[in-house]
């Protein structure tokens, strides 16, 4: 299992430090401008801000010069999306890619368990996605105290945890997804939807109040951003990775259950689920 | 059971409502270098990734020295060493690196000086990444992590695919020596030459069946040969065609006649001392019409 991981994380070095240096410069960036921001009046702006607008992006455009309100929404609201939509990519691909390009077909030779392979892959991809938020925060830590930010290393690291359990929870069902659909590609394109489809309905839900309805059985409803620095919701904390726990238990139940593709994407299988298929078949 | 090293019997397996497998039975002899054949899309990748436990037959049993692949399958990829015929390797690796994990797979128990043996013999730069060598230098990649431990048991499908005729004489060495180590080798081809050179047996899978198990000799003999007669006065060939396996093919004026003759030739022979005959031609027939005959005609 180790040597998977290993090899997970040596395969994402490059994204590691892409991804690490791109959120810490910008993180970096934030924090530098926090301390004007801070000193600017921002009434007179956000009241020419279109009502549905202030809405869409809630309290935090209200409280922006506050430091969780700054983070919320410069940073924690668009990286749900942004690492999230790499999480999912690489969660669909985490196994299924490897099959499509071949690779699997010879790996799976020698002598490691399915088991011992799919949790070590999970546990690399793990590492990888707090590696990169590890790398975020340090760049939000180490120069906080200049930029009066006001907050210890402990508060900044709260909504990470909300981050990282929306990353797993999708990234997850991103890698039982791929079991089930015929290509990584799908169930990619799939998740992401979904994704992306949940942010926006987040948004819309504080302009339409019919969309709240549905909005509260979405994961992003559990998700606090940057107002986790006041206090983590820990309750749904341990329901988003519970849930993704059981997506990953479910992939891994799918992977041992099914037959390796020599390599290529798959088929969608649909004649397999018409009931009484064979029946119908043999009548004809 | 225990005198073989692969025991396939009643081997069954369907791709959604298309039957690959219509109930394979293999036996393959510890120590021996078999060679499995067969056209494209006859089930030979499928009934080596059924022992393999890739993928999982509807009916029938496999055991790899007496061990069911199905119920310990670490087992049995320990004992192995396998080539895939699509052979993918991680590009962005070097050679050694990407041997190295293979090697980390099997728990580093390998000697990395038989690895470095193996890439020398083959004129394989371990160095080199992936990404950069040939396909002939991938398929050396492949070979080398196939033979490093030493298995017990060689699958290898198209051992050969993309290498100079010099390297496959490398190959054929290497797979030599192995048997001499004490493995058994079975390997599927399309080059009937190395089949002829290589094989103790051979197995010719067809339509998901096994369709034949010989000695390349055997089935050599086996072969139908065509034979020209030119008599000297013009002879009815048709009283030739009573004997059992004789076919005739064409006739001319009664002074030329081409047969097809299956098995020995010495029934023909004897028929044909009663007869003026003035020459007699055979073409000695290779394993390639041999198996064009089992690739080209319905089984059974």
């Known amino acids: ?284 | 059971m225990k005198d073989y090293a692969i025991t396939i019997e009643g081997l069954e397996k369907y791709y959604g409502s298309f039957k690959a497998l219509h109930g394979v039975n293999l036996m393959v002899k510890r120590g021996e270098i078999l060679g499995f054949l067969g056209p494209n899309g006859s089930g030979k990748t499928t009934t080596i990734r059924c022992i393999l436990d890739h993928i999982r037959p509807q009916a029938g049993i496999i055991r790899v020295f007496g061990i069911n692949p199905q119920s310990n399958p670490r087992m049995v990829h320990a004992l192995t060493g396998y080539l895939p015929g699509e052979l993918r390797l991680e590009d962005n690796f070097r050679v050694n690196q990407q041997l190295r994990y293979f090697s980390e797979l099997r728990g580093n128990q390998l000697e990395w000086s038989y690895v470095e043996e193996l890439a020398e013999r083959l004129n394989l730069d371990i160095s080199r990444t992936i990404k950069n060598l040939s396909s002939g230098n991938k398929q050396k990649v492949g070979i080398v992590q196939a033979l490093m431990h030493k298995p017990d048991l060689l699958l290898l499908d198209e051992p050969t695919a993309g290498l100079d005729p010099l390297m496959q004489q490398e190959v054929y060495r290497l797979l030599r020596e192995a048997q001499a180590g004490g493995s058994t080798v079975f390997f599927s081809s399309h080059i009937l030459s190395e089949v002829e050179v290589l094989a103790e047996r051979v197995a010719i899978i067809r339509n998901g069946l096994i369709v034949e198990e010989s000695t390349p000799n055997q089935l050599t003999e086996m072969a139908i040969r065509r034979v020209k007669i030119r008599f000297m006065e013009p002879i009815d060939p048709i009283l030739f065609t009573t004997l059992e396996g004789v076919k005739l093919i064409s006739s001319r004026n009664g002074l030329e006649a081409i047969f097809e003759v299956e098995g020995d030739l010495d029934r023909l022979i004897k028929k044909l001392s009663g007869f003026p005959v003035k020459d007699l031609e055979t073409a000695s027939h290779s394993l390639e019409d041999i198996f064009l005959k089992y690739y080209q005609t319905e089984p059974g």
């Open chain 1, 1 to 284: 299992m180790f040597v998977e991981l290993d090899y997970t994380i040596r395969r994402f070095r490059g994204q590691i430090i892409g991804w690490g240096l791109g959120l810490s410069l910008f993180s970096l960036l934030l924090v530098s401008m926090y301390s004007d921001i801070k000193e600017i009046d921002l009434t007179a702006f956000t009241d020419s801000y279109p009502q549905e607008m202030m809405a869409f992006f809630g309290e935090s455009m209200l409280e922006f010069s506050t430091p969780h309100g700054y983070l919320d929404l410069e940073f924690f609201n668009f990286m749900i999306l942004i690492v999230g939509i790499f999480a999912v990519g690489n969660g669909a691909n985490l196994i299924v890619k490897d099959e499509e390009e071949g690779l699997l077909d010879l790996v799976l030779a020698y002598p490691i368990s399915r088991s011992m392979f799919f949790w070590g892959r999970v546990m690399g991809y793990v590492v990888v996605l707090m590696l990169i938020l590890l790398v975020s925060w340090l760049s939000l830590v180490l120069p906080s105290g200049s930029a009066s930010l006001d907050l210890s290393p402990g508060e900044l690291l709260r909504p990470y945890w909300g981050l990282l359990g929306q990353l797993l929870l999708f990234g997850s069902f991103a890698l039982f997804l791929s079991m089930m659909v015929p290509s990584s590609r799908v169930a990619s394109m799939i998740t992401s939807g979904l994704l992306v489809a949940n942010y926006l309905v987040q948004g819309l839900s504080n302009i339409n109040q019919d969309l709240e309805k549905v909005v509260k059985y979405t994961p992003l409803q559990a998700y606090q951003g940057g107002y986790a620095i006041l206090g983590i919701d820990t309750d749904w904390l341990i329901i988003i990775f519970e849930g993704a726990l059981l997506f990953f238990l479910l992939a891994w139940w799918r992977f041992l259950l099914r037959d390796l593709r020599v390599a290529g994407e798959g088929g969608w299988k649909l004649r397999e689920l018409i009931p009484f298929r064979k029946k119908l078949s043999a009548l004809s």
